[in-house]
């Protein structure tokens, strides 16, 4: 029997001045709380009750005891009570890390309106340094990770919040001086600029498409930011988000390539804590995350040329 369980046992005999008082208290047999009480004097090393045949008295230790004991479990209570309270309350520290592309644009929007919708939430952001192991983030103090990368750790918990629309692309001066390419299998006689995390493309809408593994890329970085730049200079083909290349694309400074075939689009995704109880605090952000992309969608060049037809 742990000690919390025979302490909480004596306090009550305490309180109820019998063991049949206590048993009735507990839903236990007055033999279970004698037991208890006993194990616990054992345990101390003194005497806690003076038993008659009729009636029970706490001895001077016992009297002490049970004072503390009654202390320690109210301030336990209590705790559990604040605690309790704390996770089922919007408020508090809340920290979210995501890659840096992703906050530069919408998500930067989405989190500064949850922040003022939220104001008893204290918002931490940090934008890039998001490990590929599952857990880092947990271990790096933060509550909730946004990202593009497909999960199969099955333990960990995620939700979908939107589709991030991608685009293959490469600047006209790019196409000018080496052509642009009809199929997938020419790509890989082009230069490619990649991202260290995605060496593979796949193209083609929905889940029907073509995986074609980039063999030897000119230009790779860990940053879609960087790989426009490269992709706008004309270094070579980049596989990069939409919205990223949103304005360059409407400005003609980019071209989609092979648009009849299209690029899979990806899924952000909320990963968090496990467990089956989240905090209210990560709960509401999810909520209005899902509901703030579905109310503004990310924009995408077939959007922007059906609005201007």
């Not at 009729?54 to 001077?60: A, E, F, N, P």
């Amino acid at each position: 029997m742990d000690h919390m369980s025979l302490m909480r046992t004596f306090a009550t005999v305490a309180r109820a001045g019998s063991f049949s008082g206590a048993a009735r208290i507990l839903n236990f047999s007055g033999s279970v709380v004698s037991r208890h009480v006993g194990e616990l004097e054992r345990h101390l090393g003194v005497q806690l009750v003076n038993r008659t045949a009729r009636s029970i008295s706490l001895t001077q230790p016992g009297m002490r005891y049970a004072e503390f004991a009654a202390r320690i479990l109210d301030e336990i209570e209590g705790e559990r009570a604040r605690i309790s309270d704390m996770h089922e309350r919007a408020e508090g520290e809340l920290s979210v890390i995501a890659p840096k592309w992703l906050g530069s644009l919408d998500l930067g929007d989405a989190l500064a309106g949850f922040s003022t919708a939220y104001p008893k939430i204290s918002l931490h952001v940090e934008l890039g340094g998001l490990s590929h192991r599952t857990y880092s983030f947990l271990e790096s103090g933060f509550d909730v990770a946004l990202q593009t990368q497909e999960l199969r750790d099955s333990s960990v918990r995620l939700r979908r919040i939107t589709s991030v629309p991608f685009v293959l692309c490469a600047s006209e001066h790019y196409i000018g001086q080496n052509g642009a390419p009809t199929r997938p299998d020419e790509l890989n006689e082009h230069a490619c600029l990649t991202h260290s995390n995605d060496p593979i493309w796949q193209l083609g809408r929905e889940h029907v498409g073509t995986p074609v593994k980039i063999r030897s890329a000119v230009y790779s970085s860990n940053s879609y930011v960087m790989l426009h730049k490269a992709a706008v200079a004309g270094r070579g083909i980049a596989l990069l988000p939409e919205r990223v290349v949103y304005d360059d694309l409407l400005a003609g400074g980019l071209r989609v390539l092979l648009p009849h075939l299209g690029v899979t689009a990806r899924s952000l995704y909320s990963i968090y804590g496990p467990g089956d109880l989240v905090p209210r605090k990560v709960s509401e952000l999810l909520d209005f995350l899902t509901l703030w992309f579905k109310e503004h969608p990310m924009p995408t060049l077939r959007t922007a040329t059906a609005t201007h037809l």
